[in-house]
């Protein structure tokens, strides 16, 4: 059973940073991508950034330059440094991957945790 968790978010002025851990139950390199997608109070779920298994990534074109995605093998965790934030970043971030469940594609998500900017 794969299981993701989120840590890091929180309250934070604009022009900050936060660093946000995505910790997976299972070897991060079963999947075939990795992402993190953020929601606000009203919206759809969006994509912020995405990691795919030849390492190539995407980004949101409000979030390039900003934010980055990286991961660690080693302790099967994902990670979105976020810097120069603005309260039009305040979401809950949520952790996502993608992997083969036999014959088909199965998306996973992490419970979210809540990043909040003030003005």
């Known amino acids: 059973q794969v299981q993701l968790m989120e840590s890091g978010g929180g309250l934070v002025q604009a022009g900050g940073s936060l660093r946000l851990s995505c910790s997976a139950s299972?070897?991060?390199?079963?999947?075939?991508?990795m992402g993190w997608y953020r929601q606000d109070p009203g919206n759809q779920r969006e994509l912020v950034a995405t990691?795919?298994?030849?390492?190539?990534?995407n980004y949101a074109d409000s979030v390039k330059g900003r934010f980055t995605i990286a991961r660690d093998g080693a302790n099967n965790t994902m990670y979105l440094q976020m810097n120069n934030l603005k309260p039009e970043d305040t979401a809950v971030y949520f952790c996502?991957?993608?992997?083969?469940?036999?014959?088909?594609?199965?998306?996973?998500w992490g419970q979210g945790t809540q990043v909040t900017v003030s003005s």
């Open positions: 996502n991957a993608v992997r083969w469940d036999v014959s088909s594609l199965r998306n996973y």
């Open positions: 299972v070897s991060i390199y079963t999947f075939k991508s």
């Open positions: 990691f795919n298994r030849d390492t190539s990534t």
